[in-house]
């Protein structure tokens, strides 16, 4: 057996089964069946942890991954694990659409609330895109976003999540200089 083949079934079972999951999710979502666990939790650590799971795909692409100091001690109020899926994704496309320079993640203190952001150096969004990027299956670019994969659902789950922590997730993009998302949530 012509392990290219192996290869290209296994990479075709992974993809399928990433769809199946984000299909799950978003149904779930969508039905009002999502549960969320809030809880306290302390941020610094947390994000340390989802971040370095990145550095191995950074590092794949020459990309610097930075994680700004955030305040020892400082908590947030909000679901860890769904966190975790919106920050993972985020994370992800901001390495998936940069070729050269860095993503950075940061957390920002504001009264109640700390501004949680990825930001990237990539090819960024036209401006007509923007509006829509949150929709189900959207791509900007459709033959790009085939060679680097994804489901098309990540965005419009990450929103929802956000939302269902009575938040909103924004974005602000210049193509060719970068993309920026970012939300709040309860300290």
Do not use: C, W
């Not at 990433?18 to 994000?47: C, K, P, Q, V």
């Not at 994704?89 to 009264?111: F, H, M, P, R």
């Not at 923007?130 to 670019?141: A, G, L, P, S």
């Amino acid at each position: 057996v012509n392990l290219y083949f192996l290869e290209k079934a296994n990479n075709h079972t992974i993809n399928l089964n990433n769809l199946l999951n984000d299909l799950i999710d978003i149904s779930m979502i969508e039905t009002g069946e999502m549960r969320l666990s809030f809880r306290y939790f302390a941020i610094a650590e947390y994000l340390k942890d989802i971040v370095q799971e990145f550095f191995p795909l950074a590092e794949s692409k020459n990309l610097k991954l930075i994680l700004h100091p955030i305040r020892k001690g400082l908590k947030l109020y909000a679901d860890r694990e769904k966190l975790k899926q919106v920050m993972s994704n985020l994370i992800q496309n901001a390495i998936k659409y940069t070729e050269t320079g860095t993503i950075e993640i940061s957390v920002e203190e504001e009264d109640k609330y700390s501004k949680i952001s990825v930001s990237d150096s990539g090819i960024g969004i036209p401006e007509d895109d923007i509006d829509r990027i949150f929709e189900r299956f959207y791509r900007v670019d459709k033959a790009r976003s085939r060679d680097v994969g994804g489901t098309g659902l990540g965005l419009a789950i990450a929103k929802h999540i956000i939302e269902a922590h009575n938040s909103k997730i924004e974005v602000r993009s210049q193509l060719n200089k970068g993309t920026e998302f970012f939300f709040r949530l309860k300290k």
